[in-house]
């Protein structure tokens, strides 16, 4: 088995390619141990010293950590995601996980306004979802009120430096471009 390993935009994240489905739907992101509970695979590389996030995507694992060098961390990620697939377990365990949870669970936004919210949904999922997945991350609606487009962002994104940037200056002006009731996008 051949793991491929790309840097993202944010230094404390790499995102590792196992040539396999991770995620055959939606996606799942554990900010702790205890939320690795659900998955067998986040639970062995929570066992690596030093990682503090793990996230699933469709394709790929995102691994954050706290400190340490990626030089010393990384061969023991690579065999931990090696050791899970060569196991044959699933990703997720049985029932359900906390980090698993719908994408429109928990979503706001006024009555009337569900012709802008559709609108924004399928810009975030054809033009902002894909490009933001080849750096490792997601970003997902959360809701809108008054202009403000408030959003969820998750694996490589969460915590990201550069992820300021992409708000404001892609996702926002994106955003403003298609649908002029939105005024600003805010990060939850």
């Not at 986040?42 to 954050?64: N, Q, S």
């Not at 990703?91 to 936004?109: H, K, L, P, Q």
């Amino acid at each position: 088995m051949f793991i491929q390993t790309e840097a993202t935009p944010n230094p404390a994240t790499l995102k590792f390619l196992p040539g396999k489905i991770v995620m055959e739907k939606g996606t799942a992101d554990f900010r702790d141990q205890s939320e690795a509970e659900a998955s067998p695979l986040a639970l062995r590389l929570f066992g690596v010293p030093g990682v503090t996030g793990v996230y699933f995507g469709y394709d790929f694992i995102t691994v954050t950590k706290s400190g340490g060098d990626w030089q010393h961390m990384k061969p023991a990620i690579l065999g931990s995601i090696m050791e899970h697939f060569m196991s044959g377990q699933s990703v997720m365990g049985g029932g359900t996980s906390t980090a698993e949870i719908s994408d429109e669970e928990g979503e706001f936004y006024e009555d009337g306004d569900e012709t802008v919210v559709a609108t924004i949904k399928e810009l975030l999922e054809t033009r902002v979802r894909p490009a933001v997945a080849q750096d490792g991350g997601d970003i997902t609606f959360k809701g809108f009120k008054d202009g403000t487009v408030y959003l969820n962002m998750k694996g490589a994104c969460s915590g990201c430096p550069s992820s300021t940037a992409t708000l404001k200056h892609g996702v926002q002006n994106l955003l403003r471009h298609f649908v002029p009731e939105v005024q600003a996008v805010e990060a939850l």
